[in-house]
């Protein structure tokens, strides 16, 4: 089965001559949930631009699912990769939420008649069927955050891509998004410097800085060692154990080192 993302010796220059970039190679599988980690200005924005040809590597090539990704199938891809920006007033501008959701799709050449049920089912796995018809303006952040994924889910992509999705929550909010992610079955990319949230939801880690891989494993590796995480300006919060989510799994209440009870959700 071919991967669902695969980067191949690609690297980005910006017009300043910042090197974005270095020969990245990687692969994610179908289904795949993988966090992408590193400090700020490693190049992980531009990484998950080049995935629906927002950005032209200046080498190498990006292929979604076998599907080279040029100017001839920016069409195609751009409905099989969908991106959920950090801030999401950067995806809701119409002036209720059905008719944002309805958006994408239409311009992907969903027929009128089928774009009702697009856009049930899509408010529904997120949560907001009953927000429907209120204008993206009235709604709370945690909310807005919810309709731009529906906006990106109605498209029916195979990768979804989050940029910092769980930035300025609250902590309900914060638990409620993390929910609807959990119950999502397509291949899942997370941009994040919330680590807790990354092993909440992710198997993979890849911390990327300086445009370059310097690491890539599982999760629960990756953020266990401290030493590693240091070197690339990442660190866990005061107080939570990436161990303890492998003991006692995740969604649970575990004990850290001094027999503190720390919510791991």
Known sequence: MKPAVRLRDVSYNYPDGTHALESVDLDFAMGERVAILGPNGAGKTTLILTLNGVLTPAAGSVEISGILVDRSTLHDVRRRVGIVFQDPDDQLFMPTVSQDVAFGPANFGVPPEALPSRVNAALSAVGMSDHADRSPGHLSGGQRRRVALATVLACAPEVLVFDEPSANLDP????????????????????????????????????????????????????????????????????????AMDHFGRNQIAEDDEGRRVDVR
């Open 172 to 243: 309900v909010a914060r638990r409620e998004l993390a929910e609807v992610l959990a119950q999502l079955e397509t291949t899942m990319l997370l941009v994040t410097h919330d680590l807790p949230y990354a092993a909440q939801l992710c198997d993979r880690a890849v911390i990327l800085d300086a445009g370059r891989i310097v690491a890539d494993g599982a999760i629960q590796e990756i953020l266990g060692d401290e030493e590693l995480l240091a070197s690339h300006r990442l660190e866990m919060p005061w107080g939570f154990s990436a161990q």
